[in-house]
Nanobody
Framework: QVQLVESGGGWVQAGGSLRLSCAAS????????MGWFRQAPGKEREFVTA????????YYADSVKGRFTISRDNAKNTVYLQMNSLKPEDTAVYYC?????????????????????WGQGTQVTVSS
């Protein structure tokens, strides 16, 4: 059974930084893609970024490009989301997600319904 456990959320002032972690267990993840999504109150859950575990290729939503960086540590089975230059509109619950046996178009990575496993979420609040 795949388990994803996020940590690292919190409160920060606009312009600040946070790093989220997602510890993954229960599988060998080399064929997976891992993603971060976020959901603000009253809004749909939206794609933030994703990484292909085996190649390290990364993909970003336009709203975070240049500010956020996704990475993974193979030895620790952990995915990170480094968030810099945070804005109040980044306030949301952030979820880590796993996409088993990813292949094909990278557009699939942007679709939350392609991900089979989700963490519990971690709150990020950015004040102005």
């Amino acid at each position: 059974q795949v388990q994803l456990v996020e940590s690292g959320g919190g409160w920060v002032q606009a312009g600040g930084s946070l790093r989220l972690s997602c510890a993954a267990s229960g599988r060998t993840f080399s064929s997976y893609a891992m993603g971060w999504f976020r959901q603000a109150p009253g809004k749909e859950r939206e794609f933030v970024t994703a990484i292909r575990w085996i190649t390290g290729s990364t993909y970003y939503a336009d709203s975070v490009k240049g500010r956020f960086t996704i990475s993974r540590d193979n030895a620790k089975n952990t995915v990170y989301l480094q968030m810099n230059s945070l804005k109040p509109e980044d306030t949301a619950v952030y979820y880590c997600a796993a996409f088993p046996n990813y292949s094909g178009s990278y557009y699939r990575l942007y679709d939350r319904y392609e991900y089979d496993y989700w963490g519990q979420g971690t709150q990020v609040t950015v004040s102005s």
